[in-house]
């Protein structure tokens, strides 16, 4: 999944605003989207899928400017736009209308943006608002850890997360990798699939690399 830091990316199908995804006409639809791609009919698995992948969309870019010291995108809510749908083109899911930065903090800034959402799959679902905001920041912080494994800087992603968050170089059997353990459930053991994602606090250290073996992860 990569990031386009530039203009003239045009709003359409698969491109949109958090802004116009949290209006009733465009919500409705991304959540039924969300309960496709898990067999669930739940709204509130629903929503908490949707507001998960709007996240890590704006989450990776932030990250990369996070762990490499470099200024932030201006990814508030006037300027950037999300992939929401399967296939993003050319693995972008992420675009600045105006290739600027910011002098916000990249956890204010998304906080911020992803607020209108929130409140927005909060009222159509009933998944709590509590919930939802630690979902943003378990994939902002899982956003920094997959960035940091990907980009050699393990070290500046265990100090950007040691005081906020339970993140570790985690042995797998096969390989290490730098895990992450969310701080709040995802719902996604309670779909048809029935399978706990790699991060879940529910899992014990060797369940984990059970997944790995099993190509869960």
Known sequence: MRFAPHAGIPE????????ALATRARLEPALDDCGASFGTDRRDIQGQRLVEVVTWCLAVPAAHALLHEQPTPDLSADNALV????????????????????????RELLDAHLQPLIEAVHAA?????????RAVKDRVDAAVAWVADLT??????????????????????????????????????????????????LLS???????VAGGGQ
Request: net charge positive; hydrophobic share 35%; with cysteine.
């Open 205 to 211: 250290d060797d369940d984990r690399r059970r997944l």
């Open 125 to 133: 679902t009933q998944r709590p608002r509590k919930a939802l905001r």
């Open 83 to 106: 992939w929401i749908g399967p296939d993003p083109p050319d693995g972008v899911a992420a675009a600045l209308r105006t290739p600027r930065a910011t002098d916000t903090p990249a």
């Open 12 to 19: 359409g199908t698969g491109w949109t605003t958090v802004g």
């Open 152 to 201: 050699g800087t393990r070290e500046r992603a265990l100090a950007l997360l040691a005081e906020t968050a339970d993140v570790r170089v985690f042995d797998a059997g096969t390989h290490d990798t730098l895990l992450h353990v969310r701080q709040g459930c995802c719902l996604y053991y309670r779909t048809p699939a029935a399978v706990k994602c790699f991060g879940c606090p």
